[in-house]
């Protein structure tokens, strides 16, 4: 199974600032099914990417993603108050579907 | 409005059964695939396991397989999972989600439920 390593595992930085979270592949990544999802404490996860850049319905447009192969990135260009959260990467192109270990993007 | 809705979670002693249930509502249940995805306490997210639109195929991580069964009723829009022989290590928030845009488990889950609480314990 593929295994995606996030990095860092914290960002602390403050709102207004950009944050660049990494998500790398073991393998190469199918068809660039790389998704990316937002969890705040007590919530269910939110779907943001799917196809590693397109940005999911309802997702404000300073959250960006990108990548192919088994480098991919999520950028949120000016952090928002309600955007201190976990994020999560997942690949879908190979069976079984894996999750990243998580970025928490914390308050600085 | 798209809508899923779990329930039946709660404690149950090492070896025992439980069967978690996800009400849908606000699309056409049996034009997509649905997943169980599961987070134990202060963790990452999990696959468990997921179903075709049609029901004809499932597909379970290892970590669960032989003793965890999905089922869907397409007639009452509602996806089931049967848990039996539960381990301390399945303590988990349990969620379901629906898959984005195919009856196939191919795409990004787009849809969550809030999740349901398995919690295994003497």
């Known amino acids: 199974e593929i295994v995606l390593r996030q990095s860092p595992g914290t960002l602390s930085l403050s709102p207004g600032e950009r944050a660049t979270l990494s998500c790398r592949a073991s393998?190469?990544?199918?068809?660039?099914?790389l998704a990316w999802y937002q969890q705040k404490p007590g919530q269910a996860p939110r779907l943001l990417i799917y196809?590693?850049?397109s940005r999911a319905t309802g997702i404000p447009d300073r959250f960006s993603g990108s990548g192919s192969g088994t480098d991919f990135t999520l950028t949120i260009s000016r952090l928002e108050p309600e955007d201190f959260a976990v994020y999560y990467c997942?690949?879908?192109?190979?069976?079984?579907?894996?999750f990243g270990q998580g970025t928490k993007v914390e308050i600085k | 409005e798209v809508q899923l809705l779990e329930s039946g979670g709660g404690l149950v002693q090492p070896g025992g059964s439980l069967r978690l249930s996800c009400a849908a509502s606000?699309?056409?249940?049996?034009?997509?695939?649905m997943r169980w995805v599961r987070q134990a306490p202060g963790k990452g997210l999990e696959w468990v396991s997921g179903?075709?639109?049609?029901?004809?195929?499932?597909y379970y991580a290892d970590s669960v397989k032989g003793r965890f069964t999905i089922s869907r009723d397409n007639s009452k829009n509602t996806l089931y999972l049967q848990m039996n022989s539960l381990r301390a290590e399945d303590t988990a928030v349990y969620y379901c989600?629906?898959?984005?845009?195919?009856?196939?488990?191919?795409?990004?889950?787009?849809?969550w439920g809030q999740g349901t609480t398995v919690t295994v314990s003497s």
């Open positions: 606000g699309f056409t249940f049996s034009s997509y695939a």
């Open positions: 179903i075709s639109g049609s029901g004809g195929n499932t």
């Open positions: 989600a629906k898959d984005q845009f195919s009856e196939w488990m191919e795409y990004a889950m787009d849809v």
């Open positions: 196809g590693a850049s």
């Open positions: 997942q690949q879908y192109g190979s069976s079984p579907t894996t």
């Open positions: 393998q190469s990544v199918s068809n660039r099914y």
